[in-house]
């Protein structure tokens, strides 16, 4: 069975930094493209950024929402069986329930929640003005 443990979430000030990591269990790590989403109160599940099998970083834009480019940057140690997010100069806006995933079937990078077929239990980010 595979699992997704997140972890890093919490309570920052706008304009700090917070890294959040996500560590997978149940299966080889290597042939999981891992994604992160958000989810804020009243609001629709939005992808934040996603990165390749094989891939240790990436900053190619359309492996982030637009609306994290330049702020957020995600990696992963396979080694360690580990994915992270990197969000730097944080917004109000950013607070939300945040979700790693992880999609074993269709080989890239989608932006669409439906298509990863394991999630983790999240974990709250909550930026203050």
């Known amino acids: 069975q595979v699992q997704l443990v997140e972890s890093g979430g919490g309570l920052v000030q706008a304009g700090d930094s917070r890294r959040l990591s996500c560590t997978v269990s149940g299966r080889t790590f290597t042939t999981l493209t891992m994604g992160w989403f958000r989810q804020a109160p009243g609001k629709e599940r939005e992808f934040v950024a996603g990165i390749y099998r094989t891939s240790s970083s990436t900053k190619l834009p359309d492996s982030y929402g637009d609306s994290v480019k330049g702020r957020f940057t995600i990696s992963r140690v396979n080694a360690q069986n580990t994915v992270f997010l990197q969000m730097n100069s944080l917004k109000p806006e950013d607070t939300a329930v945040y979700y790693c995933?992880?999609?074993?079937?269709?080989?890239?990078?989608?932006?669409?929640?439906?298509?990863?077929?394991?999630w983790g239990q999240g974990t709250q980010v909550t930026v203050s003005s």
């Open positions: 995933a992880a999609d074993v079937k269709t080989g890239y990078i989608s932006r669409l929640g439906l298509l990863y077929q394991y």
